[in-house]
């Protein structure tokens, strides 16, 4: 079974104290960023000794094309959604363009992406061109086609933030923010895309926002039991694994030390959660949390296994891949 902790790693290779913490009962999986990335060849080597570890931890990594891509020699450069959406054919291109992006990844062994955004674009300063369009029909269209991709790939989708960070302006890596409108306003806009993807089971896994929506709750998105279990399980009947965004951003920090972040965030509703690049924090974290009350909790986290994993030659081969090169030449 898997553990709640999906953990950051330092370098390109792992370290004897990293195999060591990767066999805890309590870690999920690894989350991997550029620091972590050489090349195709080195990558795969970093995901194959992760795997060897536990055959049934997973590797993810935040990439979704535009200025959020972690990997770039060696991978196709993709447009940002926002430049996407506004391509001719615009739907098929956008399944091509999703379609690479995971198959390129599951090449490398790597299981899923943290991917699409389906924030519906206005005032935030981290979402921007990440988001496909500022209305939130536009974002439906845009995102189905991108999950389709990813889905005839084998890929499964993670749609973000929860219930909506594109409608407050502070960038929740280093600031607290707070959306004051009313729920109203947030479920007739931001919350459109989500309802739309989940009811066509488009939407596989979640990830909650670190944003106060404060005329609703008190607590940022990810640590709050109305967002997670009345509104998204409860009324909107999701039934897949909700992923916390990082413990460490600023959006999370005035909830507590890492021990009680991450236990506010699972007890709240969240099946795993992200210790991206504080080492002590997740020492913290795994000397404290009960083994035998969080090492099953990451249950639903199995929807992101792969039975088989293409080869780079199977992809540059496939027409998907070579109509993607043409999007990104043109």
């Not at 060849?41 to 200025?67: C, F, M, W, Y």
């Not at 409860?234 to 959006?251: E, N, R, T, W, Y």
Request: aromatic share 8%; glycine share 6%; with cysteine.
């Amino acid at each position: 079974m898997l553990g709640p902790i999906i953990t950051g790693i330092d370098g390109k290779f792992l370290s004897q104290e990293e195999c060591e913490v990767l066999k805890h009962p309590l870690i999920n999986g690894v989350i991997l960023f550029a620091r972590n990335y050489e090349d195709t060849e080195q990558l795969l080597a970093l995901t194959n000794s992760i795997k060897a570890i536990k055959p049934n931890l997973l590797v993810s990594v935040d990439h979704e094309g535009g200025r959020v891509q972690r990997f770039v020699k060696g991978f196709s450069q993709l447009p940002s959604m926002s430049d996407a959406f506004l391509l001719e054919n615009t739907e098929q291109k956008l399944q091509d363009i999703g379609w690479t992006l995971a198959a390129e990844l599951l090449a490398c062994k790597v299981d899923y992406s943290y991917a699409p955004c389906v924030d519906v674009n206005g005032i935030s300063q981290v979402i921007g061109s990440r988001a496909f369009s500022s209305e939130p029909e536009k974002v439906v269209v845009g995102a189905k086609a991108l999950i389709k991709g990813l889905h005839s790939a084998g890929m499964k989708s993670v749609i973000k933030h929860f219930p909506g960070h594109g409608s407050v302006g502070p960038d929740s890596h280093i600031a607290m923010p707070v959306d004051t409108r009313s729920f109203a306003d947030i479920n007739e806009f931001d919350l459109v895309p989500f309802k739309q993807l989940i009811a066509e089971a488009l939407a596989d896994a979640v990830m909650p926002a670190h944003v106060i929506y404060s005329a609703v709750d008190e607590n940022p998105a990810c640590f709050s039991e109305f967002w997670l279990k009345n509104m998204l399980r409860h009324q909107l009947a999701f039934k897949g694994p909700v992923i916390s965004d990082d413990m460490g951003m600023q959006g999370a920090v005035q909830v507590g030390d890492y021990p009680t972040r991450v236990k506010a965030a699972l007890d709240a509703g969240c099946d795993a959660v992200l210790l991206c690049n504080e080492k002590e924090g997740l020492y913290q974290v795994l000397d404290t949390l009960s083994i035998n009350n969080y090492q099953h909790h990451g249950a639903r986290m199995a929807i992101f296994h792969q039975k088989n994993y293409p080869s780079w030659d199977d992809v540059k081969r496939d027409q998907r891949w070579l109509r993607c090169q043409k999007i990104i030449n043109s």
